[in-house]
T-cell receptor
């Protein structure tokens, strides 16, 4: 089944404790992206990747890191999480460019 | 001015009627336009994509694009209770800009 898989689905952590949210797609998509969704603010792009080893900042990249060492994987790293990073995170992919996106099931992160 | 604007709603429509959702965007260079549906607690899923002026129909859904007026709309005919969701408009500029910008969404409720 074609899908984007994010893990974990729920994560509660404390301020400053490094964490990684994994994202993997099995559709051989070139484009992958991370979004955060907050009430009243909608979906905001954090980082995106056009292909392996090619990443770029979205609209809200501060406090986040990404890597794209393999085509299928695009992990999101929070080196020192803060409470303002409490949010619902989505990974998404598309065949080429930010075209029709396939979304993962989301990761609800709480930073206390 | 926001890059992509939608009326947050809620928009209430009787079952069987036509629901009309609107989206305006600020960048005249925008080339690709998408409508996503998001049920509460779920990830967004693509409904329609449109790239040229005019109407595009897919089942009960019609997307309308007017680049001169910088708006894109989604019509849902014969609205069903299962159409109750938040509808997200997304816009991409193409030509080297690989960011996809979302509106904050319109919450639609279909009244039985």
């Amino acid at each position: 089944e074609a899908q984007v898989t994010q893990n974990p689905r729920y994560l509660i952590t404390v301020t400053g404790k490094k964490l990684t949210v994994t994202c993997s797609q099995n559709m051989n998509h070139e484009y992958m992206s991370w979004y955060r969704q907050d009430p009243g603010l909608g979906l905001r792009q954090i980082y995106y990747s056009m292909n392996v080893e090619v990443t770029d900042k979205g609209d809200v990249p501060e406090g986040y890191k990404v890597s794209r060492k393999e085509k299928r994987n695009f992990p999101l790293i929070l080196e020192s999480p803060s409470p303002n990073q409490t949010s619902l995170y989505f990974c998404a992919s598309s065949l080429q460019g930010p075209g029709p996106l396939h979304f993962g099931n989301g990761t609800r992160l709480t930073v206390t | 001015q926001k890059e992509v604007e939608q009326n947050s709603g809620p928009l209430s429509v009787p079952e069987g009627a036509i629901a009309s959702l609107n989206c305006t965007y600020s960048d005249r260079g925008s080339q690709s336009f998408f409508w996503y549906r998001q049920y509460s607690g779920k990830s967004p899923e693509l409904i329609m994509s449109i790239y040229s002026n005019g109407d595009k129909e897919d089942g009960r859904f019609t997307a309308q694009l007017n680049k001169a007026s910088q708006y894109v709309s989604l019509l849902i005919r014969d609205s069903q209770p299962s159409d109750s969701a938040t509808y997200l408009c997304a816009v991409n500029r193409d030509f080297g800009n690989e960011k996809l910008t979302f509106g904050t969404g319109t919450r639609l409720t279909i009244i039985p």
